[in-house]
């Protein structure tokens, strides 16, 4: 075989190889795309195995609305939820010698804080265990843990 003859082979080749590699991502990814094709059949088949429905944008959008409530009564649930979302103040008393858990724990019982632990990390956290100071205090139910401990560590 001849130094030219070898060439040609080699030429060929990598010609063959570049169309391969053409052919092979051009082809496949249209398969690919074609095989990951949702249809409406497959995600209603998919939604009833969970157990939910598919409803048209039109008949949602109706159910929507009916649910709405009227202007009146829409005032009058604003109100409420206002009147519910607005904090309480709350008076509190931290008496001679109680001790830091029994401080956290009324103040859990008067749902000042949600749990006792917490107010009791933010006293350890701020270095302040030992800082209560007897007293009456006035707290709003939406305080952190870490404002309460800076009200009554004064």
Do not use: C
Not at 44 to 68: I, T
Not at 79 to 102: D, H, L, R, W, Y
Not at 129 to 138: L, R, W
């Amino acid at each position: 075989m001849s130094k030219q003859e070898a060439k040609g082979i080699a030429a060929g080749l990598l010609f063959a190889a570049i169309l391969l590699t053409a052919y092979y991502f051009m082809f496949s990814q249209a398969k690919a795309e074609e095989s990951n094709e949702v249809t409406d059949a497959m995600v209603k088949q998919h939604l009833e195995e969970k157990g939910m429905v598919m409803v048209a944008k039109e008949e949602y959008d109706s159910l929507k609305a009916s649910e709405q409530p009227d202007n009146e009564n829409s005032a009058t649930v604003n109100k409420k939820e206002e009147a519910v979302n607005k904090p309480e103040e709350i008076k509190f008393t931290v008496k001679e010698g109680m001790t830091s858990q029994e401080v956290a724990q009324s103040l859990q019982d008067q749902k000042l804080v949600k749990k006792s632990d917490d107010f009791i990390k933010a006293l350890r956290d701020m270095d302040k265990e030992m800082a209560v100071q007897p007293g009456d205090y006035t707290l709003k139910t939406d305080m952190s843990s870490v404002e309460i401990v800076e009200e009554i560590t004064r």
